[in-house]
């Protein structure tokens, strides 16, 4: 059922597993700048301004639509925000890294709304928010990078994040926009090929009534989880008593 394909397996392991990942995402952002450098720490601490400006408008919204909060939407907004600002987190001010999480916010909202109405099954809104994320913020970057002055590291004022790198300017858009349309591409012309090879192979998508069922079952023959059992049964007595089985 296509309105079941947003029920997680389980809550709280979405929650778990959202604050590893955000733990995990001060190390490949920040050490990304190969050292403990001003770099680094620029780059930390744009992931967490992206990452909870995004869970924040995330719930927001959410809250307003649906008229409560949720966790499971809180955890895809942080991840959203984190995906986002991962392509130019090493190269802008915290003041830009505030506005990647709001843009991140409104374009991968607006992805995951668009992927239910057309009913794509899309585990964990990897296109939704890794993928158009990631997009959008590759593109951010020739509008959010320092300014012109930034870009010789000689004459460089202190202020700027990654002096003789990358500043904004329409060219740099548009070498930002040309890149990320093409990896856009040959991602998924390639990943579309290896899917049919694979797929001649060994199925990748499991029969219809194995889904319905359990793919645990179908799959290895073992369930998950086992029946959930009572561990007290009250048992009525000839003489009005109540005795109890473990």
Known sequence: DAKDLDVPHNVPFVALGTALLWFGWFGFNGGSALASSSTAVAAAVN??????VALFLWLIIEWIRNGRPGLVGLCVGAVAGLATVTPLAGFVQPWAAFVT?????????????????????????????????????????GVLADPEECSVVATAPKSCVNAGTVVR??????????????CAVYSFVVTFALLKVM????????????????????????????????????????????????
């Open 47 to 52: 992931s967490e301004i992206a990452g909870s």
């Open 199 to 246: 797929n001649a192979i060994i199925p990748l998508r499991p029969g219809e009534e194995s889904m319905r069922s359990s793919l645990d079952k179908a799959e290895h023959g073992e369930e998950a989880y086992t029946p959930t059992k009572a561990y007290t049964q009250a048992v009525p007595t000839k003489n009005g008593g109540i005795t109890v089985d473990m």
């Open 169 to 182: 300017s329409g060219e740099q858009l548009g070498k930002q926009l040309a890149a990320a349309a093409l």
């Open 101 to 141: 999480g709001i843009c991140a916010t409104l374009v991968c909202y607006a992805c995951c709304e668009l992927r239910k109405k057309l009913g794509f099954d899309d585990a964990l809104d990897v296109w939704g928010v890794h993928g158009m994320g990631g997009f959008v913020g590759s593109v951010l970057l």
